[in-house]
């Protein structure tokens, strides 16, 4: 089977993050990493290529020339082959999710497509469905067990309040990882030096039929939340502050 | 003409790796292995599984063949978090794995590299006699030959990864005859362990690297196969030289990575305790500690990464290897020495990692050759004593 992952590069979740422009963040000295939820979708497609004989997993990214060095952790990991769209345009996630449809079109006997439930970075938390919608296929999302059967793919979803929901999927179809789902493996030397090796796919998005990247949605503003106020210490003998703090919590914070 | 200062990509890609891998899997055990004073087999498997034994092997005896560069990123990785750990990989790659690769004939390296390059087994390295340390001339542990057999009496002691049931064997050096300028004869045997007459003792109650294996080697009429011996006969004292100087630069990469670890530690302790109103990192005597310890662990890196190049350029390398071996071992006792400083009476409690830190530190300056050892070897290279 035909293996694919889509995944994005994000900044690190330690990195601190300052707006640039009202549009962008400040791209110096952030430490790109692998979005953590694709992390996930990357070592349940590797364990599925290694449970099915004649498999293999491409990663397929979407992203500027840095998201390389994520592609190559990727491929280090066990992946066998990787296509980047290379673009330094900012693109919204449904023409995200064109793009990689298209890309993974070009691949005819395309199987399981794995991805991150959401990527950290934005949120928007709508590519891999928009994805399925321009494929035509199904798909399924905050998948916390997975397994492959016959022609056919079991998945265990979670729903609210830790309830879940076992659903089955034709194949091809779109797996939407959440944590839980499985330990990602880390790369080995040896993966790390194989990767080396590895030829990426290079695409642009003109070549995949994408002349507008926006696709009628366009990012107006980009802004930090407020910066906190300062905390305030209540002073005073026990049971005094004890009330005041009570009729603060009312009166000003309304939480109670 | 300009020079780069960048790493390989592969060797940042390989120091992300085993960060991830050491704060993910080691740090939440390092504290009570380190309490209970255990080894973890299972921590020494996962090495084997990333590929952390046998950077200097290829692939046909299943090393990686990466060569130094990395072998000091993926050390300085480890000791950043736990040195124990680094120990682990640090002996069993220069001192396990090294004299047998460099030194050992096709059938023993077919025999022996395999299961050590991938972590099931280490191999120690028994040159430290009770009465011989810095002075390793003062070996008593002899062998002679019997038939086709030789017979090894004496005892090791300070050696790592030699003792428990993960311990396939050591290699061993011996007084094997008197040269003909009347100097004792080195040779070097390849010991498996439950051979009869050798026995092995782990020792406790250390300081420092608890969780990693030391031991005490014992020979009483031990007999090995003539084809044990390494290399050749007399060739022993050389190869014990050549290896020491090529473990000096694991050595020196653990210096790094404990200098780092408690670097950071100290920057981030700093900021967030507050005295008299404000972080003590705006106390300028603090700020200027951390300044020092920053330009320092830079001096380390690029000294140590530079003789780490020049041996992986087949270049000599062995003035290199002691200056940043005595280096980076002395830039860890400065940084952990201000990390626990700036602690105050936290940094002495085992609550906090810069505790471990302090005492991991010390044996850096004194193991594969003490500071005064390396002294020595770069005044010898100066020319010192050629008057």
């Known amino acids: 089977m035909n293996i694919y992952v889509c995944m994005k590069q994000v900044p690190d979740t330690e990195a601190s993050l300052t707006v640039k422009d009202g549009k962008s963040i400040n791209e110096e000295n952030i430490k790109w990493v692998i979005n953590p939820y694709d992390e996930y979708a990357i070592e349940e497609a590797l364990k599925l290529k290694e449970k099915e004989p004649g498999s ?17 952790t990727g491929l280090a990991m066990g992946a066998e082959h990787a296509v980047h769209i290379e673009t330094d345009e900012y693109i919204h996630h449904k023409a995200t999710a064109k793009a990689l449809a298209n890309a993974i079109k070009q691949d005819e006997n395309y199987g399981v497509i794995f991805l991150g439930k959401q990527a950290i970075d934005e949120d928007s938390y709508q590519t891999h469905i928009l994805l399925a919608d321009y494929l035509g296929i199904p798909a399924a999302t905050n998948i916390t067990a ?31 990882a959440t944590k839980g789902l499985n330990e990602p493996r880390y790369a080995s030397l040896m993966g790390i030096m194989k990767a080396k090796k590895i030829p990426i796919k290079k695409l642009t998005l003109k070549e995949l039929g994408i002349e507008d990247a926006s696709i009628g949605i366009k990012p107006l503003k980009l802004y930090a939340p407020p910066e906190k106020p300062p ?26 | 003409m300009s020079l780069n200062y960048d790493l390989p990509e592969d060797a940042n890609m390989i120091r992300d790796s085993i960060r991830d891998f050491a704060e993910n899997v080691i740090k939440p055990q390092a504290r009570e292995l380190d309490a209970k004073e255990k080894f973890s087999p299972e921590i020494t498997k996962q090495m084997g599984e990333l590929g952390l034994f046998g950077f200097a092997v290829p692939g046909e005896y299943g090393g990686n063949g990466f060569g130094y560069l990395p072998y000091m990123v993926a050390v300085e990785e480890l000791a950043r978090i736990d040195s124990s750990q680094a120990a682990t990989v640090a002996a069993h790659n220069s001192l396990g ?12 390296k077919k025999k022996y590299l395999p299961p050590l390059c991938s972590g099931e087994k280490v191999w120690g390295f028994g040159l430290t006699e009770p009465d011989a340390g810095s002075d390793a001339g003062g070996t008593k542990t002899n062998a002679v030959k019997d038939g086709n057999e030789w017979v090894i009496n004496g005892a ?69 196969p003539e084809e044990s011996i390494l290399g050749k006969q007399g060739e022993g004292f050389r190869q014990m030289l050549t290896t020491l100087d090529r473990g000096r630069l694991s050595i020196a990469a653990m210096g790094l990575g404990c200098a780092q670890g408690a670097f950071e530690m100290a920057v981030k302790y700093a900021k967030e305790r507050k005295q008299f109103g404000k972080s003590i990192s705006t106390f300028q005597i603090n700020a200027f500690k951390l300044a020092d310890m920053d330009t320092e662990i830079e001096c380390a890196r690029n000294l140590l990464y530079k003789a780490a190049w020049l041996c992986d350029q087949g270049r000599d390398y062995q003035k290199h290897a002691s200056m940043a071996k ?57 020319g010192c004593y050629d008057v």
């Open chain 2, 156 to 224: 090791k002691m300070f050696i790592t990864n030699a003792s428990t049931e993960y311990s396939l064997g050591s290699t061993v050096q011996a007084v094997t005859g008197k040269r003909p300028d009347g100097k004792k004869e080195y040779s070097c045997f390849l010991v498996e362990r439950g051979t009869k007459g050798f026995e092995t003792k782990t020792m406790h109650e250390k300081m420092v690297w608890r969780a990693s294996i030391t031991s005490e080697l014992f020979f009483d009429d031990c007999r090995v």
């Open chain 2, 97 to 108: 794995i090294g004299p047998i690769y460099y030194f050992g004939n096709e059938e023993q």
């Open chain 1, 231 to 256: 905390g305030r210490i209540i002073e005073g003998e026990l049971e005094d502050s004890v009330k005041e703090l009570v009729r603060l919590l009312k009166e000003e914070a309304k939480v109670l």
């Open chain 2, 326 to 382: 005595l280096y980076c071992a002395e830039v860890a006792h400065r940084c952990v020495n201000h990390a626990v400083q700036l602690h105050g009476g936290y940094g002495l409690m085992k609550e906090y990692d810069v505790e471990r830190f302090y005492r991991d530190q010390k044996i850096l300056e004194i193991g594969e050759g003490t500071s005064e050892i390396c002294r020595l070897v770069i005044s010898r290279c100066i």
């Open chain 1, 146 to 176: 997975f397994s492959f059967e016959g022609d056919k793919v079991i998945v265990e979803r979670e729903i609210d309040e830790g309830a879940k929901e076992k659903i089955e999927m034709t194949v091809p179809c779109i797996v939407g």
């Open chain 1, 56 to 72: 293999a997993v491409t990663v397929v990214t979407l992203g500027p020339a840095r998201s390389e060095s994520s592609i190559r």
